[in-house]
């Protein structure tokens, strides 16, 4: 069965400063899509980033880049020059036949 | 009104109440979900329906009701629930279910309360 594990419970970083939220999942699927999604305290999960598992690069956008190692299956997100906005919970997902399955997040805060 | 909404955002009741949680989704998405949220916990799928058939129940107790009127419209009555049901319910729509790069968007969910 598929799962996924963020081992990361809490991580803070300085404004400015890139930071990395781990990723790894398991999955006997030879197809997959892995995301990842910020959740602030209002409650709403934001999409930020799509990898498939067949994609040869990795996939970035803006400030978010997720570096993917299909081989150790983890799939990391990357927040260069972190902003005060930026702290929130991240949830790491992949697809799980047509659905998803949702890691117990990361909390993420930024200090000025 | 853009993306996902959902009705109403925070909700407190009773035992023996009955409620309903309401989700609109303005994508022009076929595919809609209901998720819980606890504290502590992942994510819970609870129900997925597609073009308003419902395609999955994760075991969830029947004081769960959804309803798919249509592909925009998702709603989960409740009744007679328990204080552990209390949580953040999230309501999520794609375009489709099949293919791993369906991406689920997400509304800003109900808070919901049981006394």
């Known amino acids: 069965a598929q799962k996924i594990t963020q081992t990361q419970p809490g991580m803070f970083v300085q404004e400015k400063e890139a930071v990395t939220l781990d990723c790894t999942y398991d999955t006997s699927d030879p197809s997959y899509g892995l995301f990842w999604y910020k959740q602030p305290s209002s409650g709403e999960m934001i999409f930020l980033i799509y990898q498939g598992s067949y994609d040869q690069q990795n996939a970035t956008e803006g400030r978010y880049s997720l570096n993917f190692q299909k081989a150790r299956k983890s799939a990391n997100l990357v927040i ?27 909390r993420l805060s930024v200090l000025p | 009104e853009t993306g996902v909404t959902q009705t109403p955002r925070h909700l407190v009741m009773g035992m023996t109440n009955k ?23 992942p994510l819970e799928l609870m129900f997925v329906y597609n073009f308003k058939e419902q395609t999955e129940n994760n075991s969830v107790p029947s004081r769960f009701s959804p309803e798919c009127p249509n592909s925009s419209h998702l709603f989960l009555h409740l009744h007679t629930l ?23 968007y997400f509304g800003p969910g109900t808070r919901l309360l049981v006394l």
Do not use: I
């Open chain 2, 82 to 104: 328990q204080p552990e049901d209390s949580a953040l319910y999230l309501c999520a729509s794609s375009q489709g279910l099949a293919g791993v790069e369906e991406t689920q």
């Open chain 2, 19 to 41: 409620k309903s949680l309401k989700c609109e989704q303005h994508l022009g998405h076929n595919a809609m979900y209901w998720y819980k949220q606890s504290a502590k916990k």
């Open chain 1, 80 to 106: 260069s020059a972190s902003q005060l906005g930026d702290s929130a919970m991240y949830f790491c997902a992949m697809t799980r036949g047509q659905n998803f399955v949702f890691g117990p997040g990361t």
